[in-house]
């Protein structure tokens, strides 16, 4: 019985990393080492916001050099990320530095777009809920578009650079909003409204497939001949693989950055109360569709304790507040944790308290506990117009990622959904990047039922049960 070996990239808005995955062919065995861990995060160029790409590439690369010289039989690549942002090429070239999606230059491509095709059709259309720095919005306010032949998605773009082959895969294709809904295929016709040229969109594939192998040069700096794997590349199809959900009526809560909110489905539910409620149906692996809905997440509080560390020149012990957050007594304010006035980065605390106006606490520790609470009623509302809009009762709500290891959250989820709140595994993204590339090799079951019940006898969920 031999353990198989695969190099997980896994990037996020804050950070990123490369993970050693192992899974035990024939038992139940599944971990993961993390290799190397790097910061990402907006940079601020004369033209916007951007990402620091050329950083956040050799990263990346020194990441799996460092993987392949600890593990040296790491069978494969598979590289997931954030959604959305993308890279423009021309001759195999790179134009300029990807956008940050929270430029603000996407404010000024909803309305271009939405004067062309009005938001109820675009949502027959691509499904997907309204966020302002949707991919297609994006599109229509570059210039360099123009200039471009391909256009690749962060992942892909990833892929692209050491391999040679460009490629879109879906889950992640389904976030620019230029994909069918009803067939996942490249809607070329609403390109060409929006007057993106759709020749620049690359030929689509699905979860498992072998995007091409490493380049000569890059073999050779990381030490072995390898293959990239397609997986879920945005994160949260990743994350979804690994939530060990037991039956159809558990929703998930993917939570870092942002929250994403929702249930699994296998068909579609573009309805008008599913568009006024802002419920998107991104696609999953296997052809699933993620019906959710985006929640701000821990941003909140990680800008707030940016903005605070600035302030005392000192860095803050984060379980210590939240531990002095938890003891916070009394009635607890809230706020709008979607309100458009916390998208950008920046002094949160300010924003934040301008919300609560005179209710806004003055200890730290309140205002802590405030941000919390108010992105586990944010959770809540989600959660129950997920099961309103599904028909479904739901009765549990499995929590993954880094907010599962904030058990004020977890905890706070269950008593505002008033359902048990199981948390974990924090490296979700990670575990589904690993399972869909240990399919592909024949190392791991072929269902995505079978990969979660190994998720769920490697890595037991903590539960939370709602107080009265």
């Known amino acids: 019985m031999s353990i198989r070996a695969i190099a997980a990239v896994d990037l996020g808005a804050t950070s990123g990393r490369v993970m050693i995955g192992r899974i035990g062919e024939g038992r139940l065995e599944l971990e993961l080492e993390l290799v190397s861990r790097f910061p990402n995060g907006p940079v601020e160029r004369e033209d916007g916001l951007h990402w ?3 950083a956040l590439y050799e990263h990346v690369v020194a990441g799996l050099a460092e993987a392949v010289r600890r593990e040296p039989e790491i069978e494969s690549i598979g590289i997931d990320s954030w959604a959305v942002d993308y890279g423009l090429l021309r001759g195999g070239e790179l134009l300029a530095e990807p956008f940050h999606y929270r430029d603000a230059r996407s404010e000024r491509g909803v309305a271009e777009v939405h004067a062309i095709v009005p938001f109820t059709e675009l949502y027959q259309r691509n499904g997907l809920q309204f966020l302002p720095f949707n991919t297609l919005y994006q599109y229509r306010v570059d210039g360099r578009i123009a200039d471009a032949d391909t256009t ?5 773009l990833i892929a692209f650079l050491l391999t040679g082959t460009p490629v879109a895969e879906r889950t992640n294709a389904s976030t620019t909003g230029l994909l069918e809904v009803a067939s996942s295929e490249w809607d070329l016709d609403l390109a060409e409204r ?4 759709a020749g620049i969109l690359p030929p689509l594939v699905d979860p498992g497939t072998v995007v091409g192998t490493l380049r000569p040069a890059l073999a050779e700096r ?3 001949d390898l293959p990239v794997i397609a997986v879920g590349s945005h994160d949260t199809a990743s994350a979804v693989v690994a ?4 039956n159809s009526n558990s929703a998930y809560i993917s939570c870092g950055t942002w929250g994403l909110v929702g249930l ?3 068909d579609p539910r573009v309805t008008d109360a599913a568009r006024e409620a802002n419920f998107t149906h991104e696609l999953g ?5 993620r019906f959710l809905h985006n929640v701000t997440g821990l941003w909140l509080l990680s800008e707030s304790v940016r903005a605070w560390e600035a302030e005392d020149g000192a860095s803050i012990d984060l379980p210590e507040l939240l531990a002095e957050a938890s003891a916070v007594r009394g009635e607890i304010p809230l706020f709008d944790s979607n309100d458009p006035s916390l998208s950008a980065p920046g002094d949160m605390p300010a924003r934040i308290a301008a919300l609560l106006g005179e209710n806004a606490p003055a200890s730290r520790a309140a205002f802590a506990r405030s941000i919390v609470e108010s992105i586990a009623a944010a959770f809540a509302d989600a959660v129950q117009t997920a099961s309103a809009l599904s028909g479904r009762e739901i009765d549990s709500v499995h929590l993954v990622g880094g907010g599962s290891l904030n058990p004020l959250l977890c905890q706070a989820t269950a008593d505002r959904t008033g359902l048990p709140v199981l948390a974990g595994p924090v490296e979700a993204t990670a575990l589904g990047n690993v ?7 024949g190392a791991a079951p072929a269902t995505l039922e079978d990969l979660r019940a190994l998720v769920a006898a490697t890595h037991e969920p903590v539960r939370y049960e709602p107080r009265g």
């Open 194 to 197: 929006l007057g993106i040229p």
């Open 285 to 289: 692996v296997d052809g699933r569709f």
């Open 435 to 441: 399972l869909v590339q240990a399919r592909a090799l």
């Open 222 to 224: 990381i030490g072995k």
């Open 152 to 156: 690749l998605l962060i992942p892909d």
């Open 52 to 54: 620091d790409f050329g």
């Open 243 to 246: 939530v060990p959900l037991t």
């Open 264 to 266: 699994e489905l296998a």
